[in-house]
């Protein structure tokens, strides 16, 4: 019964890959987020989807692409992977674009 | 500087104290505040969710905001040793979908 769930939980890869992150909420809700927890902890946002329309883009390299297939999904592609990629990635979800997010468990990226 | 402040912590204290934390902002268009709550290598666990300015409680938890001061406060009555987790502050305007978040509050509560 979970409700924002991310696949995978960790994910190693070296510098240049490209690798995907998957999203799936069973909420109901309208509107999905990324955001990106530093080392220190700080969470800022990189993506919002309201109903599969992208609503911000929070300056992002544009090697990082969302793709919403539905609105319970939204998947993350990062092309050419930099060290400095290091982070975990949170999923979220909002009944509205006014309300609480809720949060997936995130995925921990390594890039070596 | 940052739009929203929080002290990082850790803020170390013994099991049933009363436990602080605190958050202010610059932005006054803020209108929506939330607090978070997040185990090591979990993800952030909504805690309290309010609306402009005032009081809200949900068990030992009482969430404040002084919209004058820009300044919000959450409460934690009675703190166990499984209160000891990060704490975040969020908060954001209306008809924004952008939440800013605090840096958070690591809490230590011993036995």
């Known amino acids: 019964d979970t409700a924002v769930s991310q696949t995978p939980k960790y994910l190693v890869t070296q510098m240049g890959n490209d690798k995907s992150i998957k999203c799936e909420q069973n909420l109901g809700h309208d509107t999905m987020y990324w955001y990106k927890q530093d080392s220190k902890k700080f969470l800022k946002i990189m993506f919002s989807y309201n109903n599969k329309e992208l609503i911000i883009n929070e300056t992002v390299p544009n090697r990082f692409s969302p793709k919403s297939p539905d609105k319970a999904h939204l998947n993350l592609h990062i092309n050419s992977l930099e060290l400095g990629d290091s982070a975990v990635y949170f999923c979220?979800?909002?009944?509205?674009?006014?309300?609480?997010?809720?949060f997936g468990q995130g995925t921990r990226l390594t890039v070596v | 500087q940052k739009e929203v402040e929080q002290d990082p912590g850790p803020l170390s204290v013994p099991e049933g104290a009363i436990v602080s934390l605190n958050c202010t902002y610059s932005n006054s268009a803020f209108q929506y505040f939330m607090w978070y709550r997040q185990y090591s290598r979990k993800g952030p666990e909504l805690l309290m969710y309010?609306?402009?300015?005032g009081n809200k409680e949900d068990g030992r938890f009482t969430a404040q905001v002084d919209k004058s001061s820009k300044y919000i406060s959450l409460f934690i009555r009675d703190s166990q040793p499984s209160d000891s987790a990060t704490y975040l502050c969020a908060m954001k305007n209306t008809g924004f979908q952008k939440l800013v978040f605090g840096t958070g509050t690591r809490l230590l509560v011993s036995p």
């Open positions: 979220a979800s909002s009944p509205t674009r006014n309300t609480e997010a809720f």
């Open positions: 309010t609306y402009s300015s």
